[in-house]
Nanobody
């Protein structure tokens, strides 16, 4: 399975970006999907998760109300819409897919396949 993330860039605080992640080699509908991020000098952290059928979404408190995760199983693609970006959102963003149980969706170990990451930089 290969995951190809794209859509990162340099923006100003308050701007929006949409990240995309295309899966190949597997049918995305078989998996829950998530976004994680890693800021410089920090550990990778959970951002958002959407269940296989797209019926339920989960977010880190730091992005709730600003970010929206979605998926298009027909296109084998997942998205992260990021609005009202803040400098503290600056990080490398990673897409991941797996079949974590609900109690494990916020943990890296719940995901089997990872994308290469896309850089998001938010200037103040």
């Amino acid at each position: 399975v290969q995951l190809q993330a794209s859509g990162g860039g340099l923006v100003q605080a308050g701007d929006s970006l949409r990240l995309s992640c295309v899966a190949s080699g597997r049918t995305l509908s078989e998996y829950g999907v998530a976004w994680f991020r890693q800021a410089p000098g920090k550990e990778r952290e959970f951002v958002a998760h959407i269940r296989r059928n797209g019926g339920h979404t989960y977010y880190a408190d730091s992005v709730k109300g600003r970010f929206t995760i979605s998926r298009d199983n027909a296109k084998n693609t997942m998205y992260l819409q990021m609005n009202s970006l803040k400098p503290e959102d600056t990080a490398i963003y990673y897409c991941a897919i797996g079949t974590p149980i609900l109690s494990n969706i916020r943990h890296e170990g719940g995901y089997r396949y990872w994308g290469q990451g896309t850089q998001v930089t938010v200037s103040s």
